[in-house]
C-alpha cells in the first residue's frame, strides 16, 4: 500500500502574474484541473469504465459526490481517492508502479495542457496498515514532495529565450502566436503560457457559477472590471477581497488524533480525511453563496441598477472559490459588509452536521475547542484601474494582519482588515500604517475587527483585546455617522465639516484630538455622539489605551468608522 501525492506550487505567483483578469480567472481553472480533473481521468485509466469523468464533464457538486462514493482500495480496484481538489491530489494505491503511472500521466498532461504551472509528485510506502501508519505516509509524503520541488529546475528554465524571440503582450514570456481573440483592444502576441489561460477563463467562470446555482443561489455575477463599470452605476471603487481558512493546515497536520487516535482502521481515518476536505469546499461555497443573496437583498433596496442592466447582476467578480480560499472583486461601496457577511456564513456553515455527516464539527471540536472553524479576510479597495497585483498584494498582507486574532484569542474567531487606498503612492501595508501613526505610542487604526458574534466567543468576548475590536462597535460608530431620518431634514451625531475637523485633530496627536472633541462635545450631548468615543475612558476620550508588541499605547477607532462611510451600502 502507497500514498501517491501531486501538488502544484507557487500557485499565487501563477494565477495573480498579471493584471488580466480573464488571465488571472484562467490560471485559477488550470491549476484546480489539475488536481481534479487531469487526476481524476489517470484514475479512470485504471478502472474498466470511466467512474470520475464521463463524457460529459460534471459540476463540481457531482464531481464530489464521485469522490465521496468512489471505488475503495481492494476487491480489484487499485487505486482510491482520498483527496481531489484545487491543486492537490492524494491517493491510495496498491503498489508504487500504479503510482508512477498516474503521476507520469497527471504531469505529462499538465505540461501539454497547462504551461507554466509547477506540478510534482511524489509516492510514499505505508509502514503499518492502521490509521496511524497512513497518517506517517501522508506526512512523509509532503516532506518529499518539498525534496523533489527543490530537486527539480523551476518553470523558468521551460521558456528560453534563445534564439530571440518576440515579447508575450502581458507574460513578457516568449510568444507562441498571435490572437486575436477577445475585444481588439486586447489582441496582440501570446506566451503559450497566456493562451492556456485565456482559453480557460469560460471554464473557469462555468465552474464557481454551477458551485455557486447549486446552492439554490440564481442570480448572476460579472465577468470583468469593464462589465462593472458598463453595468452598475457609480462604480467609481473596485475592492480585491482576499479570504482563507484558520489552522486548517494543523487540523490536516494532526488529523488522526482528532479522527479516532491512531489505532483507527485505515478505513475510518481515509473516510474522515475525504470527508472533511469535500465538506470544506461545500462549506466555501455555500458561505460565498449566502454574503451574495445578502448583498443582492442590500443592493435591491438601493435601486441603483441602471436601466438597461439585467436585474439578476450583482456587482461582483469571482477570481477563486476553492476548498477554504476565496478570491473576488467586488464593487467597493459594498466589501466591508460583504466579506462580513461570508465570514459569519462560512462559520455557521461549519458548524452544521447535516454537511457529510457532520466531520467538520467533530473534527473542529477536537482540534479547536470549538464545534466550527473560522476564517479572516482583507480588503484593498483602489480606484477600478489600479493595477491589480499590488492591489491583490495589498489584501494579502491586510489578511496576513487579520490573522493576528489566532494569537489574541483562543476561541475560533473570524477577523477583517481594510484599507481604503485614496493615492497611488504606494501599497505598503507596513509604509500605510505607519504614516497613521502621529506619535510614538498613538495609533490611528484599531484594525482588525473580529465579526464572530460575542455569544459564540463567551468569555474570550470581553477580553481586553478582542472586546474593543468587535465588529458591533465598528458598526455602531458607522451608524452614529450616518444621516438619521427624523421628522425635519436628515441629521448626523456631527456635522460632515465637524468629522472632517476631528480627523485633522487625529493627525497633531492624542491630546490635540481630544481637545478639539471637547470643544464640541457640550453640542451633542446625546448617545450617538457617544458611541464615537472610547468606552470606559475618563476623561472622555477618542482613544482607548491598549498594547501593541508588549507595549502600552493609545489607539481610536474613529477613522476606521470615518473611512466607511462613503462604503458602508
Known sequence: MHIVLIET???QRYIFATNKLRENVGASELTYGIGTE???????????????IPDVTPDVRTLRRRIEHGPHLGAGHPVEVIVATSGKALLLVQDEIIGEQIIREVTEKALRCAPGVTVHGTIVSVGQETAAGVHTAIGDAHEALERVRYDVPGTEQRFLRLPFVEACATSGLPAQRYDATGPKDEWGVRSAVTLAKRQSFNDGQWRIESAVHGT??????SRSVDMLERRFDQFNWLAVIHADGNGIGNIFLNFVDHAGGAEASVEAYIDAYRRFSLALDTCTENAFAQALQALADRFDRRSERAA????LDLPVVPLVLGGDDLTVLCDGRYAVRFTCDFLRA???ETRQRGIYEGIIPQIAQSALGAGRLSSCAGIAVVKPHFPFHAAYELAEALLKSAKQVKQKNSVPSSALDYHLLYDASGADLQRIRDRLKPEGNTYLVGRPYVVTPPEMLGEQASGAWVSPRLWQRLEARVEAMQP??????PQRALANTMLHTLREGLFLGREAADARMQLVRHRYPNKRFGTLLAEGVEPESLFRIDEKDGKPCYITGFLDALDLL???Q
Open 9 to 11: 506550487s507557487g500557485n
Open 38 to 52: 487531469l487526476t481524476l481521468q489517470a484514475v479512470d485509466k485504471l478502472f474498466s469504465e470511466p467512474f470520475y
Open 216 to 221: 439554490g443561489f440564481k442570480l448572476s455575477m
Open 308 to 311: 438597461t442592466q439585467n436585474p
Open 346 to 348: 462560512f462559520e455557521d
Open 484 to 489: 438619521q431620518q427624523g421628522d425635519g431634514e
Open 566 to 568: 462613503e462604503f458602508w
